[in-house]
């Protein structure tokens, strides 16, 4: 892999708003078995919002700030603007992923979920591993958050905010967990 220069300029990519939900700050992606798409591939890039990833079947590969990362299963990948990415591999994908941006943060009640470690990403960490038991609890949240994203109406927002303050919370109880050592 190329090193990038510090000046040079990569593409950023924004959150795309799907045709259902029309939402530009908050988006669910649902991977059963999809290819990749060929444009993204090999082209290093940043995002300008944050990427939450449920990767249930590994072994596709990445560039994350120029280190290589052989995505695994049962694991969480996060991702904060900025980074950047590049993606490798070709195989299908099997993942649920949460997109939303720092302006999605902003709204109402959701400042306090900036600052949370998962968020602020003070260790430069990429994945959570997850044992079975958090496994369980990161699937249903991501089944609840998927539910209210497909059924739009005016306690949506608050549906979606709160099940995302649950799950924000509780990867970054883990990744206080298995990032702590590294203080």
Known sequence: MNSLDQVQQLPVYSLTPDSLTGNKDFRVYNFEGNLPDEADLLLPHRKNHYLIVLMRKGGT??????????????????????????KEGTDKLWATGIAFTKEFLSLQENASLAKLPIIESRHSGHELSLEPKDLLVVEDLLAKINVEYLNPGEWQQRMLTAYLTVLLTYLSRLYVEQFNGLD
Request: no cysteine.
């Open 61 to 86: 590969r990445q560039w994350i700030d120029m280190t290589p990362i052989t995505l695994k299963s049962n694991t969480v990948y996060f991702y904060v603007p900025n980074r950047i990415i590049v």
